[in-house]
């Protein structure tokens, strides 16, 4: 299938590894790009070491470590994914200096390992601002995903990240915003907004083989498939587990130390290959997303899972995040009363013809769909024509 963009070199610094995350929009997206042009994925630089108060300082680093054991290696999905060896102190000038330095010299190689030139960047953290300019790129594309100064599990000052921020503004070609909320506080002229969209054809078929850890859970459960880290609200999923300790929790994961809840009602299965997941969704009875709605991080979250639960026609009961207020087929609380009446009521209630409805949602919002958009948008760019893609309200038709 053509998407439109061929024979192309595309260079993204992405904000995640590959290895250890179920897939972000831009890794949806490049393994399809992969197909006809030459993709380097360069795994996260970070942004910066995390603090040494926090309780995953040692995970992280153990991981990451294991990352740079990889450094450049063709996955089965068609890109290469490197992890370049670099020091996460971009808070001084010398670490800076450093990190520029060795960062060239990595990822040239790998250019000219692969013989890519004249690339597409794609930058996908702000702390790769000094990387812009530096490999004789055709455009820049700055992918924001989340309100970066936000985020707690950097060390690195708000007022740093907000410089490397609108350094990356200030340089690119197109600022693409994935989230709705980012995207209309946005002033640039040259924003976009990439949508996030879903695998409708992995997480619409739940007519797979069971998986086994689940064969004798006992219903209703509560299902969660993500990272779990200080965006999840403990404190809820305590009182509900609490309150209503007929109803299992299962979540799917990796598990950060700042989650602490233990009851018998609560199960940690640990992290699930991507393509495992509708074994473990179709014992589900609810798709839930029980996170903090007090944080600043999360309030501008796009959370793709939320798309995923939908394609499942599985009842899904959220937070209040911003990106899908208006979204039909939603269940939003804000409470722990709110949240434990809408499982109640959907356990009561939901019928074939609601499944449908919600899968209706999502149905069209595929990521073959989303990558010929932006596609359309990079040649429209690289032709030096102006490209209008209208907001989409795909999603926003009334609850």
């Excluded at 709605?293 to 899904?316: C, D, H, M, W």
Aim: charged letters at 25%; a positive charge.
């Amino acid at each position: 299938m053509s998407l439109g963009l061929e024979g192309e070199s595309i260079v993204c610094f992405a904000g995640e590894d590959w290895w250890y995350h179920h897939p972000h929009s831009k890794n949806h997206l490049l393994k399809r790009y992969a197909t006809r042009n030459k993709v380097l994925f360069v795994n996260s630089i970070t942004m910066g070491l995390p603090s040494m108060s926090n309780p995953d300082f040692f995970l992280k680093i153990r991981r990451k470590l294991k990352s740079y054991m990889r450094w450049l290696r063709k996955v089965p999905e068609g890109l290469w994914v490197m992890t370049p060896v670099n020091v996460p102190l971009y808070g001084s000038r010398m670490g800076r200096w450093l990190n520029r330095i060795l960062l060239l010299a990595q990822v040239r190689l790998a250019m000219l390992l692969l013989k890519m030139s004249r690339p597409i960047l794609w930058v996908a953290i702000p702390t790769a601002a000094e990387m812009a300019g530096c490999f004789d790129e055709k455009i820049l594309l700055y992918q924001v995903s989340d309100k970066y100064e936000a985020n707690q599990d950097s060390a690195l000052s708000a007022q740093v990240i907000r410089n490397f921020d609108h350094q990356l503004k200030e340089a690119a070609d197109v600022v693409m915003y994935s989230g709705r909320k980012l995207f209309e506080e946005a002033t640039e002229p040259n924003r976009f907004f990439l949508e996030q969209a879903v695998d409708f054809e992995l997480f619409s078929n739940l007519k797979v083989q069971p998986a086994p850890e689940l064969a004798g859970m006992p219903h209703p459960i509560l299902g969660y498939f993500g990272t779990m880290d200080y965006v999840m609200d403990t404190d809820l999923m305590a009182e509900v587990s609490r309150l209503r300790p007929e109803w299992h929790w299962v979540l799917l994961g990796l598990k950060s130390n700042l989650v602490k809840i233990s009851a018998p009602n609560v199960h940690f299965l640990g992290s699930k290959p991507y393509q495992d997941l509708p074994r473990y969704i179709r014992h589900f009875d609810v798709c839930v997303l029980p996170w903090r709605q007090k944080n600043a991080f999360t309030s501008y979250g796009s959370a793709i899972k939320v798309r995923e639960y939908l394609a499942t026609g599985k009842p899904v009961v959220i937070s209040p995040l911003y990106e899908y207020l208006n979204t039909r087929g939603l269940r939003i609380y804000r409470s722990t009363e709110e949240f434990i009446s809408h499982i109640e009521s959907v356990l009561e209630s939901d019928t074939a013809e609601l499944a449908a409805q919600r899968q209706a949602v999502v149905r069209d919002c595929t990521w073959d769909a989303r990558a010929r958009q932006l596609a359309a948008l990079i040649d429209s760019v690289l032709r030096g024509r102006r490209y209008t893609y209208p907001y989409s309200t795909t999603l926003l038709e009334g609850n």
